[in-house]
């Protein structure tokens, strides 16, 4: 069936998968989806990932679940979490999610405040005619709470590819807050991530993120990798490039899985000259597949 698969990774892979990678370098895990919190031993995932002295430990939600998962969360090892949400009004956000309740999202967003991650951040994908008018609303409400929001630009991978004509540039998003953030020229660099900060007016303790990738790629510098569901390591999401590491996770061999990252990193393309998701190759990409 197309997006799915038909032999998921049972939990000891998973641990092997990480074992692996551990041992071949990599400090910094994030769990996204699909949708993490739906996994039943999400809990103890995180248990075992905090017990393997990463630097960073992350994990991307839509916060349905995060009510109550936020301090077992927390409790179990997870430092960061960003949550996605795309709109703060109720009946916009039952369209978008085909019938979903804002309530519970609300909720879990104030269950992580209290459970006291090291940051909190809210992911919007902003789409022309769609959510473009709350740019302010969803920036304010996010400093209000002490979250770090970033505006994403729509992306041109897979089902994206057919919405260049609702892409919202960062640069238009930029003017549009322009009442609210610095001038452009305070652009910071990037932190952990792929997003460019732009400090509050008046506020150093405040800023929101810009993720462009559509109309300013960000591939040169680019250190990720994305294990796939179905246990490919993916060098990037715009190609179909991988290496599979399901057969050694599922032996327990993570001196295989660590073999099989070298191998995915070689593939990585040169970030200098290549264009991510403007590239042609990533209409064909299938984001249920890998991930988002």
Same mark, same amino acid.
């Given at each position: 069936r197309d997006g799915y698969f038909e032999r998921p990774l049972d939990l000891d892979a998973w641990k092997t998968i990480v074992r692996g990678?551990?041992?071949?370098?990599?400090?910094?895990?994030?769990?996204?989806?699909?949708? $993490?919190?739906?996994?039943?031993?999400?809990? /103890?995932?995180?248990?075992?990932?905090? /017990?393997?002295? *990463?630097? &960073? *430990?992350?994990?991307?939600?839509?916060?349905?679940?995060?009510?109550? *998962?936020?301090? $077992?969360?927390r409790e179990a090892g997870l430092m960061r979490v960003n949550i996605s949400l795309d709109t703060l009004d109720a009946e916009r956000f039952a369209r978008i999610t085909r019938g979903g309740d804002l309530a519970p999202v609300l909720a879990g967003v104030d269950a992580a405040l209290e459970a006291g991650f090291d940051e909190i951040k809210l992911n919007a994908v902003v789409v022309r005619g769609e959510n473009d008018d709350e740019l302010a609303r969803i920036v304010e409400w996010s400093w209000d709470r002490g979250i770090v929001p970033r505006l994403l630009e729509v992306m041109q991978i897979g089902e994206g590819a057919k919405l260049a004509h609702r892409v919202v540039s960062a640069t238009e998003m930029r003017e549009r807050?322009? &009442?609210?953030? /610095? &001038? /452009?020229?305070a652009v910071g660099e990037r932190d952990r991530g792929p997003a460019k900060y732009v400090r509050a007016r008046g506020r150093a303790d405040r800023k929101v993120g810009f993720i462009t990738g559509t109309t300013d790629t960000y591939c040169d510098g680019c250190d990720r990798l994305r294990v796939a569901s179905d246990g490919t390591l993916r060098p990037c999401l715009a190609t179909e490039d991988g290496v599979g590491a399901a057969a050694s996770a599922r032996a327990g061999d993570a001196d295989g899985v660590s073999e099989a990252l070298r191998e995915a990193w070689a593939q990585k393309p040169d970030g200098k000259a290549w264009k991510g998701c403007t590239e042609p190759s990533a209409a064909r990409i299938s984001m249920r597949q890998i991930g988002g």
């Open positions: 990678l551990v041992q071949a370098g990599v400090r910094r895990v994030r769990l996204t989806g699909g949708e $993490p919190l739906l996994y039943g031993r999400v809990v /103890e995932v995180i248990r075992f990932l905090g /017990e393997l002295g *990463l630097g &960073d *430990l992350a994990l991307t939600t839509n916060a349905t679940r995060l009510a109550k *998962l936020a301090k $077992p969360l807050l322009g &009442d609210l953030i /610095e &001038d /452009e020229a």
